[in-house]
């Protein structure tokens, strides 16, 4: 496992063409053994960038004002979307088993994904700041407790939905109308593992607020990378069940190289 900062630029040994892949949580951990170093550096600075959004979001929750977390939400989602995408196509690479130049990757997923990274990290930075606005102000009384459930889950499907939403802004450019009818679809198709994986990432999350300031002590290792895996490695078995993605990259890749 390279050590985070003494990263070089230079691709993991990979998998042998002819090794059989390993699945479930055996595959989570051999990628992350593997692309540790890449999915450390790209954690930190997506958390970096997310740090405007969650300082936005405090305030606006201890000031009680939900236009504050309007804001925060559009701004800082917007801000912290490309990163984001960045670490998210690093994820993706690794679960395809392509090699990662960590420099040459990075910049380039970020230079590709900012513009149309944007507005979908405003729209679900928005969405999820506004939930976290409700689920505080809630007053926690027996009546309160199916309105304490539906933003709940609605917190969830959030979690899973913007999920979706970033693995197809990586991979695809597709208009967001289109990509936000298949986060629905995909959301609902494969509803148990959307929300198995968004309850992992929410887990996480919360327990780095929750533990503050002790969780501050482990969060300079797992940043924004552990979620982002969390979220990404359940579903990216439907990601390429659904659109047969290595296939048709590979195709892709085939087709430049007879190009040039």
């Known amino acids: 496992m390279p050590f985070p900062f003494m990263d070089n630029g230079r691709p993991g040994p990979g998998v042998p063409p002819d090794a059989p892949r390993k699945t479930g949580f055996a595959r989570w951990c051999e990628i992350i053994g593997r692309d540790f170093g890449a999915l450390w550096l790209s954690g930190a600075l997506a958390l970096a960038a997310l740090a405007p959004y969650l300082l936005g979001l405090y305030f606006a929750v201890a000031a009680h ?42 910049t380039k997923a970020l230079r590709q994904n900012a513009r149309q990274s944007l507005v979908p990290g405003a729209l679900c930075g928005t969405v999820i700041a506004l939930q976290v606005f409700a689920l505080y102000h809630l007053n926690y009384a027996a009546d309160t407790l199916p309105m304490l459930a539906v933003l709940a889950l609605g917190l969830l499907l959030a979690f899973a939905f913007a999920a979706w ?11 967001l109308w289109v990509q936000v009818k298949n986060c629905v679809l995909l959301t609902l198709g494969y509803l148990l593992p959307s929300l ?15 533990l503050a300031p002790l969780s501050f002590l482990v969060l300079p290792l797992t940043n924004l990378w552990l979620p982002a895996a969390l979220l990404l490695g359940p579903i990216y078995t439907k990601l390429e069940k659904t659109f047969d993605l290595e296939a048709s990259i590979q195709a892709l890749h085939t087709q430049r190289q007879d190009e040039e």
């Not at 198995?196 to 929750?210: D, E, P, Q, R």
């Open 196 to 210: 198995g994986a968004a309850a992992l990432g929410l887990a996480y999350t919360a327990a780095m607020v929750l």
């Open 65 to 106: 004002l939900p236009a504050l977390a309007v804001a925060a939400g559009v701004l800082g989602g917007a801000l912290a979307a490309p990163f984001l995408a960045a670490l998210c196509d690093i994820w993706l690479r690794g679960a395809r088993d392509e090699p990662v130049l960590w420099r040459q990757t990075w």
């Open 165 to 175: 939403l970033l693995a197809q802004v990586v991979l695809f450019s597709d208009a």
